[in-house]
C-alpha cells in the first residue's frame, strides 16, 4: 500500500513537471525509476529530480534545486530505510 501511494504521487509530479513550459529555453530535469531486482527479491524505487529556480538576465548563471529519494521494498531482507537528500547546482556559461 505504502508503495501504491509513493508512486502516485510521484506519478503526479512527473505530470505536472512533463506540461510544456511557456519558456522554451528553460528545461526541467526529472526522472522516475524503479521495477523489480534481476533476482526478483523485491523492488527498488527511486526518484529524483532538478528544477532551475533562478537564471540571470544574460542566461550565464543558473541555480537549480535538486533532491532525490530511494528505498527499497519486500524480498528476504524486508524494506530498507529510506534514502534522501536534497541541494544545489550552480551554472556558468562562459
Not at 527479491?41 to 532538478?50: E, K, L, T
Not at 528505498?71 to 550552480?90: A, I, K, L, R, T
Request: aromatic fraction near 18%.
Amino acid at each position: 500500500m505504502q508503495f501504491t501511494i509513493v508512486a502516485l504521487v510521484c506519478c503526479l509530479i512527473g505530470s505536472v513537471l512533463a506540461y510544456p513550459s511557456p519558456y522554451p529555453e528553460e528545461q526541467q530535469r526529472f526522472q522516475l525509476e524503479g521495477g523489480y531486482n534481476s533476482d526478483k527479491s523485491g523492488r527498488d524505487f527511486g526518484v529524483q529530480g532538478q528544477i532551475p529556480v533562478w537564471t540571470s538576465d544574460n542566461k550565464r548563471h543558473e541555480f537549480d534545486v535538486a533532491g532525490h529519494y530511494g528505498q527499497h521494498f519486500g524480498g528476504p531482507y524486508g524494506n530498507s530505510e529510506p534514502s534522501y537528500g536534497y541541494g544545489g547546482v550552480y551554472r556558468f556559461r562562459f
